[in-house]
């Protein structure tokens, strides 16, 4: 007997959409498509309900370490979010002296910041992003000691921060010799964002990609800087982030008219974000991208699969084999409207509204409109 049945459902596995049933037995997805008639301790009845694998958000701030930080159980199981990436929140001196590795409630990897002390005084004052200041030894050292846990470096490119690429040429060979990829912040930099973008090679990722303050991807005549497509050409990633004021919907339409879409969808949200218009959650990202016209599966997809593969996460895809991380959704439209960092407001053509999240076979949330 199975110990959850879902019925009925508009399924996305991860890829592309069916429809049918999905099966959990012991934490695992056990059936997919109609399941054997073996019966199943609860049933699920998902009419005109999506589901998915549980989302991961690649772009998080939950490590404890700074004001910025947020609950997972809080900002990500009521939100079908099932996995997230801390994106560089500490740094050597504070990812063990803080206790950021301790269990979570959701599947979580992290950059560790480039910066000793990582955010610990963002809001107070910037990060020291000087190579000189960088303790490399001992950030090689917690790379060896938590390989499963750490999934890159991160580096803040805002003018705030630096007025040269002097970081990111040093952040990219120490990525390098630790094997792993490098983050970068890319708002309001001091330079071209081209200039950032061609120094980065493959598997690194550009995040705020479409941001409109100062210097962005987009040259003075509206079209995305050829330097910015020759990155993604060598498989440099580009992520959204966007935390309430780094994504203009303006900049995501030119890019979007030229095919540039992103990568991940990573939410960025932050203490300030967090359940306000702009970013609120990964849902409400994922929705303003498919209402800015890209295309449904593929915004999904860099909110599952997409990220799954990148950092390591065993989730992404309804598969018969894998942990039962599951997040139920209903679909509305023309429900509401979306806010950018430029206070422009769209009617909401499309809307991700959560209605359960499961955790290897548990339900950890679910919504009173779903109680039946």
């Not at 079908?80 to 590795?101: H, K, P, Q, S, Y």
């Not at 018969?320 to 430029?342: H, K, P």
Request: proline fraction near 5%.
């Amino acid at each position: 007997m199975f110990d959850v049945l879902f019925t009925n459902a508009r399924l996305f596995d991860g890829e592309r959409f069916s429809s049918g049933s999905l099966a959990v037995k012991e934490g695992k997805i056990a059936a997919i498509g109609d399941p054997a008639p073996e019966g199943a301790a609860r049933v699920i009845d998902c009419a005109g309900l999506t589901l998915t694998p549980g989302l991961i958000d690649a772009h998080l701030h939950f490590a404890g370490t700074s004001q910025l930080d947020l609950d997972p159980a809080l900002a990500c199981l009521p939100y079908g979010v099932t996995a997230a990436v801390d994106a560089g929140g500490a740094g050597e001196n504070t990812l063990e002296a803080c206790g950021v590795l301790r269990r979570r409630p959701i599947g979580a990897k992290y950059f560790l910041n480039v910066c000793s002390a990582g955010f610990s005084s963002l809001r107070a004052y910037p990060e020291n992003v000087d190579p000189a200041a960088w303790q490399e030894d001992r950030i090689a050292l917690l790379f060896e000691r938590y390989p499963d846990e750490l999934c890159g470096l991160k580096l803040r490119m805002g003018r705030e921060c630096a007025k040269t690429t002097d970081p990111v040429v040093s952040a990219v060979r120490l990525a390098r010799s630790l094997s792993t990829r490098l983050m970068v912040h890319v708002s309001d930099p001091a330079m071209p964002a081209g200039e950032i973008a061609d120094l980065l090679g493959e598997g690194d990722i550009f995040t705020h990609t479409y941001q409109g303050r100062g210097n962005g991807i987009l040259l003075p005549d509206g079209t995305v800087d050829p330097r910015v497509k020759a990155a993604r050409e060598r498989g440099v990633l580009f992520d959204v982030g966007d935390a309430r004021v780094h994504l203009a919907f303006s900049v995501f339409r030119r890019a979007a008219a030229e095919g540039f879409f992103p990568d991940t969808a990573g939410s960025d949200v932050t203490d300030r974000g967090f359940c306000v218009p702009g970013a609120f959650s990964l849902p409400v990202v994922i929705s303003k991208l498919v209402t800015l016209g890209m295309d449904e599966a593929a915004a999904l997809r860099a909110a599952t699969s997409r990220p799954a593969e990148l950092f390591g996460f065993s989730g992404g895809r309804l598969s018969v084999g894998a942990d039962a991380d599951l997040a139920l959704f209903a679909v509305s439209r023309g429900t509401g409207t979306f806010t950018d960092s430029a206070g422009e407001r769209i009617p909401a053509d499309y809307l991700l509204s959560p209605r359960l999240t499961m955790r290897r076979g548990a339900v950890l949330w679910r919504s009173v409109e779903f109680m039946g």
